[in-house]
């Protein structure tokens, strides 16, 4: 039993802890392969790596496998062993990322934006929540026509041509669009095709939104 006039000494020292705790197997896992990672690119083995920065081979080995949980000290340690920053440790450790993979010719055909005979959509993948930001459109003329759609919206496009020749307008200014010819524009300016000078016609049109749109 402590003295009543003996002050108590708490430890607060970051401590190595056993990797299954519930919340830390995947950092832990994380860590390992970054570690063993940066250290082969190194060129040090594991008693190599050790002995530079102070900790014994059993120790780095169960960090390698993902056996324990470092301590901030240790993982300072790694870091300036291998001559990186901590951060490059946990590379990898944030939340899982989204990604869309569309095949060719499997995009999903929109309808009602602007489309007529010969105008065809195909939306070439989306994110959901603050990541729809970004709207890919293949869009493919195939019919000349008297009448085209105008378009306008928040944000910026980028017109990419891939086939045929069109004049395109946007605001009171035309643009003669050709195969490998860009076109970044305010989507906030009135903009579409006034001229298909060579059928059939493929672009390419991503339309970034600002962070604030409601799709």
Same mark, same amino acid.
């Given at each position: 039993?402590?003295?009543? $006039?003996?002050?108590?000494?708490?430890?607060?020292?970051?401590?190595?802890?056993?990797? +299954?705790?519930? !919340?830390?197997?995947?950092?832990?896992?994380?860590?390992?392969? *970054?570690?063993? %990672?940066?250290?082969?690119?190194?060129?040090?083995?594991?008693? +190599?790596?050790?002995? %530079?920065?102070?900790?014994?081979? =059993?120790?780095?080995? %169960?960090?390698?496998?993902?056996?324990?949980?470092?301590?901030?000290? !240790?993982?300072?340690?790694?870091?300036?062993?291998?001559?990186?920053?901590? !951060?490059?440790?946990?590379?990898? =450790?944030? @939340?899982?990322?989204?990604?869309?993979?569309?095949?060719?010719? *499997?995009? @999903?055909?929109?309808?009602?934006?602007?489309?007529?005979?010969?105008?065809?959509?195909?939306?070439?993948? @989306?994110?959901?929540? *603050? #990541? %729809?930001?970004?709207?890919?459109?293949?869009?493919?003329? !195939?019919? =000349?026509?008297?009448?085209?759609?105008?378009? *306008? #919206?928040?944000?910026?496009?980028?017109?990419?041509?891939?086939?045929?020749?069109?004049?395109?307008? #946007?605001?009171?200014?035309?643009?003669?669009?050709?195969?490998? +010819? @860009?076109?970044?524009?305010?989507?906030?300016?009135?903009?579409?095709? $006034?001229?298909?000078?060579?059928?059939?016609?493929?672009?390419?049109?991503?339309?970034?939104?600002? +962070?604030?749109?409601?799709?």
């Amino acid at each position: 039993m402590s003295s009543p $006039n003996r002050p108590v000494h708490h430890d607060t020292a970051p401590r190595e802890v056993p990797a +299954d705790s519930p !919340t830390g197997v995947d950092l832990e896992r994380v860590i390992a392969a *970054q570690v063993r %990672k940066l250290r082969l690119a190194s060129g040090l083995s594991v008693g +190599d790596m050790a002995a %530079k920065i102070g900790i014994s081979k =059993a120790m780095l080995s %169960k960090i390698e496998n993902a056996q324990t949980s470092c301590s901030l000290s !240790t993982l300072a340690r790694l870091a300036a062993g291998l001559d990186v920053p901590v !951060t490059s440790l946990f590379r990898g =450790a944030d @939340a899982a990322r989204d990604a869309v993979f569309t095949s060719a010719g *499997q995009g @999903a055909e929109i309808v009602g934006r602007g489309t007529r005979v010969g105008h065809h959509y195909e939306m070439l993948g @989306a994110l959901r929540g *603050q #990541h %729809k930001r970004l709207e890919p459109v293949l869009v493919t003329l !195939t019919n =000349a026509s008297e009448v085209f759609p105008l378009f *306008q #919206h928040p944000g910026t496009e980028l017109l990419y041509m891939l086939e045929g020749e069109m004049v395109y307008g #946007h605001g009171e200014s035309e643009y003669h669009l050709r195969p490998g +010819d @860009a076109l970044l524009l305010d989507g906030e300016g009135l903009h579409g095709p $006034n001229e298909l000078v060579e059928l059939p016609i493929r672009f390419l049109a991503v339309t970034a939104y600002p +962070d604030n749109h409601q799709g």
